[in-house]
């Protein structure tokens, strides 16, 4: 397995624009997580999928931020409109039903 | 450059004992170095993190961690090992500020307590 494959890897966008990421979970995992990792705040989790339904969106810093799994195989993560303070690593992770999770490598997001 | 290798992808220990969670990192830069605990259906919880300041890091339930640069590591201990530590514990390795903040997770190591 290739494991969890997030793209892009970078993203540079203009304040106001729309950003998606995506994100492919590891064929097989049931759980999904999205999270932010900022130089002041650390790791923070954002929103985690259980059988692609959201269990916990508590993290999601405000609307402008969603989150969508249509399917097992699938995650994104949208801003929409973006803000400069949203640059950071936006990581993505999947874990099966015990619970060992298994990170993405990042998709660092600078918005300008 | 940088990675992270978790020596144990397993340790098992009795309730009341001490834990050991190993861990070596190699970094091109001055590292940040982090402890995460995850339990089951549950995000990361961070146990705690060293940025350069004082090379024995006290974190949250009892745990500290050690930066030994000439050995490059960075492992996690607790005196006394409870039930509800059983868990899977990540060490990082990052580098924050203006080169960038990019984290490298290590494979995780599952902690497991007999009672």
């Known amino acids: 397995d290739a494991g969890v494959i997030q793209s892009p890897r970078h993203e540079v966008t203009e304040m106001g624009q729309e950003v998606t990421l995506r994100c492919k979970p590891i064929?097989?995992?049931?759980?999904l997580f999205w999270y932010r990792q900022t130089m002041m705040r650390g790791l923070e989790l954002l929103i985690y999928?259980?059988?692609?339904?959201?269990?916990?969106d508590s993290g999601m810093p405000e609307d402008r931020f969603s989150a969508k799994m249509p399917n097992a195989s699938f995650s994104t993560l949208k801003i929409q409109p973006s803000e400069p303070r949203d640059s950071a690593v936006y990581f993505c992770a999947s874990s099966s039903g015990t619970g060992k999770a298994f990170f993405g490598q990042g998709t660092r997001l600078t918005v300008v | 450059a940088q990675s992270v290798t978790q020596l144990d992808s397993h340790v098992s220990v009795s309730e009341g004992t001490p834990v050991l969670l190993r861990c070596n990192y190699s970094?091109?830069?001055?590292?940040?170095l982090f402890w995460y605990v995850q339990h089951p259906n549950k995000g990361l919880q961070l146990l705690l993190k060293?940025?350069?300041?004082?090379?024995l890091v006290k974190g949250i339930n009892g745990f500290e961690a050690e930066f030994k640069k000439s050995e490059t590591s960075f492992h996690l201990t607790k005196p006394s090992a409870h039930m509800s530590d059983a868990a899977e514990y990540f060490c990082v390795v990052g580098v924050l500020g203006n080169a960038g903040n990019m984290l490298t997770f290590g494979g995780g190591t599952r902690l497991m307590v007999k009672p």
């Open positions: 064929s097989g995992h049931n759980s």
């Open positions: 970094s091109s830069y001055s590292p940040s």
């Open positions: 060293y940025t350069s300041a004082a090379t």
């Open positions: 999928f259980n059988n692609n339904v959201p269990i916990d």
